[in-house]
């Protein structure tokens, strides 16, 4: 007995519909992206290994798939290492390529290899999958696409303006209303640790930070005190877990409690321009909120960063995120370019749009018309006005089968139910004889015939 065949976890099938989806969310998205001004680059399903690794702090080099060298992978791995049970030694000596785990690191690689065709400021889109080894769950996958958007080459703040206008442009345009852009500043984070005293943990302070809508507030205390942060520390930064107010408020409490830290006063001028920017040129549907806990868990984000969350009510983590990156360039060779950019969960968006029934009525509709086909003379005749209905970029078919008795027509009219068709035409004897054709309209309940030499009549219905 064959073997019911299965997919990896993690990954998905997609049915037809679901394909028209998600096409759906990528063609709002390319859009914007393109009114913006960004053009469009692809880079490799997988990068050389020393590409990607040490790019992500130590949770994302756990998280990137490694690729086996193809050939006998074991034979630069002698006894001693092998028994040495050193899986990150073992691992350089059998893998040298790796799945790309986001599409940024791959882009500062691109940008350092083309940096004499590009011109600068560089915008560029990139619309990929990427893999990642994490556990699945609701709206998290281990094979899913990004949708990025960065600028190379500037360091004005208008960048990060621009990117929360093409956030709330996105998603007006998919009719998602009341997303909140979150915003923070990699420097705040910096002043903060600095001023209670942990500017030596600053990593393990802002990943644990990040975590506060998971964990809570005592599960992020406690992972700071395994990292070794002192509790003085903790006890220091325990009003950022509550800090509340307007935007403007919070800026004013964020400018007080870091006077003393020349990088945190920095990351709180940043902030205020981007938000008081923002508030002069006004959104259309989106809101923009401070979220001092955030922090975004990738070691390369030095500047602004953001997080866009779905509107209330809906349970689902981030829809989109992104950051400023002041030297990402430079861990390859080339200094100070600064860049900044933001990212779409296409998964996730497409859940949200599903559970508030966002998706245009008809999205899934693959027919607008089927030809009910009634015989050979008749099957021919329908082709022809087909044709017609093709050049005419409406989406027609005729039936493949002939039908040779009523029990064939009925699974032929059950076929365009199941595929929810519109528009079914018939030309049977009758039709035939008269040189015409019956349109049965399926929403309305009604029927008409035309002529075959006045199709375009038909069209003009359509």
Request: hydrophobic share 40%; proline share 3%.
């Amino acid at each position: 007995m064959a073997k019911k065949p299965s997919i990896a976890k993690g990954t998905r099938d997609f049915t037809p519909s679901e394909v028209v989806k998600r096409n759906y969310i990528f063609d709002i998205i390319k859009k914007n992206f393109q009114i913006f001004g960004f053009q469009p680059i692809e880079t490799p399903s997988f990068e050389n290994s020393d590409t990607l690794m040490g790019k992500y702090g130590e949770e994302g080099d756990r998280l990137i798939f490694k690729i086996l060298n193809s050939g006998d992978y074991l034979r630069k791995v002698d006894d001693v290492l092998y028994n040495s049970k050193d899986s990150s030694k073992i691992t350089s000596k059998i893998s040298e390529k790796a799945l790309r785990y986001d599409l940024t690191v791959p882009f500062a690689r691109y940008v350092v290899m083309h940096q004499n065709e590009i011109d600068f400021p560089f915008k560029r889109f990139q619309i990929q999958p990427v893999w990642r080894a994490d556990r699945p769950q609701k709206g998290r996958f281990r094979e899913f696409f990004q949708c990025d958007a960065d600028v190379v080459g500037s360091d004005s703040l208008l960048q990060e303006v621009e990117f929360v206008q093409l956030y709330d442009a996105v998603f007006s345009d998919l009719k998602l209303n009341g997303v909140t852009i979150k915003m923070n500043n990699r420097k705040i984070l910096a002043g903060i640790a600095e001023v209670i005293g942990a500017k030596d943990n600053l990593i393990d302070f802002t990943v644990a930070l990040d975590k506060l809508d998971k964990i809570g507030e005592e599960g992020v205390k406690k992972e700071m005190l395994e990292k070794g942060i002192s509790e003085a520390s903790i006890e220091k930064a325990s009003p950022l877990f509550n800090l509340t107010g307007t935007n403007s408020e919070q800026l004013d409490a964020l400018q007080t409690l870091l006077t003393a830290s020349e990088q945190g006063a920095k990351g709180v001028e940043e902030l205020r321009f981007i938000i008081e920017t923002i508030s002069a040129l006004g959104l259309q549907t989106a809101k923009l909120a401070i979220d001092v806990t955030l922090a975004r868990g990738l070691n390369y984000y030095t500047g602004a960063i953001f997080e866009v969350a779905a509107p209330e009510g809906v349970k689902m983590g981030s829809i989109g995120g992104g950051g400023r990156y002041d030297d990402l360039t430079g861990i390859f060779g080339l200094k100070d370019v600064s860049g900044v950019g933001i990212s779409f969960g296409l998964d996730r968006i497409y859940l949200v749009l599903e559970e508030l029934d966002l998706f245009p009525e008809a999205i899934d509709q693959s027919l607008k018309v089927l030809f009910m086909n009634l015989g050979e003379k008749e099957a021919f005749e329908s082709l022809k006005l087909i044709t017609i209905l093709r050049k005419n970029r409406i989406k027609a078919d005729l039936y493949p089968d002939s039908a040779k008795n009523q029990k064939q027509e009925n699974k032929q009219f059950k076929f365009a139910k199941n595929k929810n068709v519109p528009f079914i035409v018939i030309i049977g004897e009758e039709e035939f004889k008269n040189n015409t054709f019956t349109v049965k309209n399926i929403e309305k309940g009604s029927q008409q015939t035309y002529s075959c030499d006045k199709v375009e009549e038909f069209v003009k219905e359509l």
